[in-house]
């Protein structure tokens, strides 16, 4: 059954923040870095597409939006997210400017591995990484055998996952997710000793695949984005029992 406990470190209602996200859209303003939009696993920027039709309009800059759909390795991915938000933006792999990530689910993992230099020293020079109910700590349902590489690795055991948590990691990282989580697990969605700001998951709805659209997250990203003050408080509230 859902748990409807609201969090008192996340005290916004959608009613609110879609009221909030139309404020900025009514007056955007310049960012100082481009903004970067990443889809989940298997996802025709369906997840990417939402969120930047939310939070775009909010800001006056460059951007970039990208999928992994047909990526099925992690190496394939972040060459794939390297290339193309180079290409979007203007330039090359080795001139990629200081970005802030937006990313849904697996998503939030690529940016992490794109942040690590290669052995070329090329990386994505990310400054502020927002992650949706991305499974820093593995996912619920990586076990199930989805026939990829990208699954397995997603298994809280796994050597990936390892080596993201051993990379330094010179960026701010900010997770959300959604109570009642059973495609990744709320439990997962930020890597240890991180806060993690959540939010219940409304009637009717699938935590894990409508968290990219819920108005209380986009509202406190965009805020955070424009230099507003968002509507998390630290501390943040642990997850309910």
Known sequence: ?????????FDVTRAEARADIARMQDSPIALPRPVV???????????SGAMEEAILPTFIGPSAELNFFNE??????????????????????????????????????????????DENGRRLPIRRLYTVSTPHEGARLAGVPFGIPQGEDMCPTSEFLERLRQA??????????????????EEFAAPDGEPLWWVPTPSGEWSHMAAFEDPRILADIARRLRGETPWTKPPAAPLPN
């Open 168 to 185: 330094r990691r010179e960026y701010e990282l900010v997770c959300y997710t959604r109570l009642d989580d059973v495609t990744v697990g």
């Open 1 to 9: 059954m859902p748990r409807w406990q609201p969090n008192p470190s």
């Open 37 to 47: 939009f990443l889809a989940g696993i298997g996802d025709l920027s369906i997840s």
């Open 72 to 117: 099925f390795t992690f190496d394939g991915a972040r060459q794939k997210a390297l290339r193309e938000v180079a290409e979007q933006l203007g330039t090359d792999v080795d001139h990629i400017p200081e970005v802030d990530v937006i990313a849904f689910s697996m998503g939030g993992l690529v940016a992490r591995f794109a942040a690590i230099p």
